[in-house]
């Protein structure tokens, strides 16, 4: 009997030591997994932008692509509680830019959202807004990498220098002419020094080699330095030295209306000489109404401005990123950060909150679908 209940106590005494020594072994394992779900759910909670002051900077106001951009901007800084500062002049310099930078600073903004006039001439300004703890972002027109976080780009070089020659072959065969025969055209926009599109018009080279190998240029680039009244002047040097030109590509929203001025001032319509380019539908509306251009294109430069602002102030608040991310942006969507070589090659990409943002989409004009947009 003593012998049956000895056997019973070791026997409780053992269960109640496994049992011990389970709940003591799963406990750890228990508290790192609860540790690492609050780790993810912090660094997954995006701290609030509103009341962040950002400066949005444009190349130059009085642009219709500008002001458009601007446009968008404000309507969505209404919507996420943070206030965006147009500054800007009506100059498109180097100078200019710089002053209207330390502006930004003087009047102690969080962030700097611009549209860099050069590639490389703003970046010792930016770098020194940098460390006096300004954010910088680009948006359309981009500096050094080192010199800005994010860059809000229209897309890579490649596409839209394929967009610009595609549209253009597209318009030639419209009104009668081989593409994939001899072309004679040129190209003309603001200036060398302005990156995106500059990059755009080595990259439709490139695929013109490819594609069109026939095409002959007449010379050029032709520059205007997004000054509305030399891109009048210049688009119309153009026509009056080479009277049998076939295309002229302006990558540049400023140079696109005035090369359609200077065709419209010489008599000349979409069924002479075939002009196309990238500015707003607004910016065009009337040359297509008139017959000077079929076609042309851009994106949705609102949206651009928008997530300019938008991705210096969430930065400014205190949120990190890094190429790969997927960041959803209230009442815009999902946009993907991208690593710089997407624009620049063999850029390199640091491992925190510097990258590129693509937008989506592109859109070709013309008159069956101008009536859908209004910027």
């Not at 419209?174 to 003309?188: C, V």
Request: glycine share 8%.
């Amino acid at each position: 009997m003593k012998r049956s209940f000895l056997w019973i106590v070791v026997l409780i005494l053992s269960i109640s030591m496994v049992a011990a020594f389970s709940l003591y072994g799963c406990k750890p394992e228990a508290e790192e997994e609860v540790a690492e779900e609050e780790e993810v759910a912090e660094e997954e909670t995006v701290k609030d932008i509103k009341g962040k002051t950002v400066a949005f900077i444009p190349k130059l106001t009085g642009n219709s692509f500008f002001e458009a951009a601007n446009d968008g901007a404000q309507k969505f800084a209404a919507e996420w509680g943070i206030d965006v500062k147009y500054m800007g002049s009506a100059t498109a310099s180097v100078t200019d830019q710089l002053e209207v930078i330390q502006q930004a600073m003087d009047a102690g903004v969080d962030a700097i959202a611009i549209s860099s006039v050069d590639a490389k001439a703003l970046d010792e300004k930016l770098k020194e807004a940098q460390q006096a703890g300004i954010i910088v972002c680009t948006w359309d027109s981009d500096v050094s990498s080192d010199a800005r976080s994010l860059m809000v780009s229209q897309g890579t070089p490649e596409i839209l220098g394929k967009m610009l020659v595609d549209m253009a072959a597209d318009a030639l065969t419209n009104r009668g002419k081989d593409p994939n025969g001899e072309i004679k055209y040129a190209w003309h926009y603001s200036q060398a020094a302005v990156a995106d599109q500059n990059s755009w018009y080595v990259a439709g080279e490139a695929y013109i080699k490819e594609k069109y190998p026939k095409w002959v240029v007449v010379g050029g680039p032709f520059y205007s330095e997004q000054d509305s009244q030399k891109s009048v002047s210049i688009g119309e040097s153009i026509l009056d030295a080479y009277k049998d030109i076939d295309l002229i590509i302006d990558n540049d929203s400023t140079a696109l209306p005035g090369q359609c001025q200077a065709a419209q001032n010489k008599g000349l319509n979409k069924d002479d000489i075939t002009i196309t380019g990238f500015c707003t539908p607004s910016g065009m509306t009337a040359y297509l109404e008139a017959d000077i251009l079929e076609r042309w294109g851009l994106w949705d430069c609102g949206i651009q401005g928008a997530l300019g602002c938008y991705f210096a102030a969430f930065l400014s608040a205190g949120n990190n990123c890094k190429a790969g991310d997927i960041i959803d942006v209230p009442g815009i969507g999902e946009c993907e950060i991208v690593t710089n070589d997407a624009l620049v090659p063999g850029d390199t990409t640091p491992d925190k909150n510097n990258g590129v943002v693509l937008l989506p989409e592109r859109v070709v004009f013309t008159k069956d679908n101008i009536a859908n947009y209004n910027f």
